[in-house]
Each structure stands twice: as structure tokens, then as C-alpha cells.
């Protein structure tokens, strides 16, 4: 199993019962107080998206999950967060910035304190129905 370097940051969430996390986007998920705050991810090297090359590791840092109104605030706040380039709903802190972990326990701890800002109902999987196969009616010949 994969482990994060990265999870030690949300150490101050872990005695909270509400505290999980979960595999996803082949990152880790972090969940607190029945949302999901953010998604760990740690891979070093890609940069380019639909052909144009960013200046960061678009897959390694945290990516906090937001709705887009709050992103000015939460831009306001931290700084060094980026829209990241596929999820851009989600606002991305990319390890590369100077003061990453700083800002990485300034999130954790906004969220330790229910900051209404950071988070999102985790989505629920649809289930699959079971259609049945409508038989066609042919015409039978007497």
C-alpha cells in the first residue's frame, strides 16, 4: 500500500473521529467533519496539460477542496494557492512553492476549526441500474 509523505501535516485532524482517508485520483483523500477538505498527491513530473507546460508539478501537493466563491477569499488568505489546471474547482498548493509547509499548516489548521470555506460533501457512487432488456415483439406469421 502507497503511503503519503505528505499526511503527516493533517496529524492535528487525526484524533477526530470524523478523520478518514481514502484512495482517489491515485492520491490520498482527506476527509473531516463529513467533507472532504483535500487530496494528497505525490508525482514529480508533470507539468503540461492540454499543451500548455506549467512552471509546477501539476500532481504533487495538496489540492484543497472549495467551491469556486471562495476562491478569492481563500486566495486572500494563502497566497500561494493556484487554480489547479484540471480540477480548477479545487484550489492547489504545488510542493515547489517557497512556503509550502507554512501554508499547509495554516490550511490544516482553518480546517481544524471548521473554516466553511474549505471542504465539500464527498459525492455519492451512483448505482448501477439494472435494466432489463426489453424483448421485441415480433410479429409472428399464422
Known amino acids: 500500500m502507497k503511503t503519503f509523505s505528505l499526511e503527516y501535516f493533517f496529524e492535528p485532524l487525526m484524533d477526530d473521529p470524523s478523520y478518514f482517508t481514502k484512495k482517489m485520483?491515485?492520491?490520498?483523500?482527506?476527509?473531516?467533519?463529513?467533507?472532504?477538505?483535500?487530496?494528497?498527491?505525490?508525482?514529480?513530473?508533470?507539468?503540461?496539460?492540454?499543451?500548455?507546460?506549467?512552471?509546477?508539478?501539476?500532481?504533487?501537493?495538496?489540492?484543497?477542496?472549495?467551491?469556486?466563491?471562495?476562491?478569492?477569499?481563500?486566495?486572500?488568505?494563502?497566497?500561494?494557492?493556484?487554480?489547479?489546471?484540471?480540477?480548477?474547482?479545487w484550489l492547489y498548493l504545488p510542493m515547489s512553492e517557497v512556503d509550502f509547509e507554512a501554508e499547509v499548516v495554516k490550511v490544516v489548521k482553518a480546517i481544524s476549526q471548521f473554516d466553511e470555506r474549505i471542504g465539500i460533501v464527498p459525492g455519492t457512487k451512483k448505482k448501477k441500474s439494472k435494466k432489463k432488456k426489453r424483448l421485441s415483439k415480433k410479429k409472428v406469421k399464422k
Open 25 to 89: 485520483f491515485g492520491g490520498l483523500a482527506v476527509y473531516f467533519g463529513g467533507l472532504m477538505v483535500a487530496v494528497i498527491s505525490e508525482s514529480i513530473g508533470d507539468r503540461e496539460w492540454k499543451g500548455v507546460t506549467y512552471s509546477y508539478d501539476i500532481w504533487n501537493g495538496v489540492l484543497f477542496c472549495t467551491s469556486r466563491e471562495h476562491h478569492d477569499s481563500l486566495n486572500r488568505s494563502f497566497p500561494s494557492f493556484k487554480s489547479h489546471p484540471i480540477l480548477g474547482k
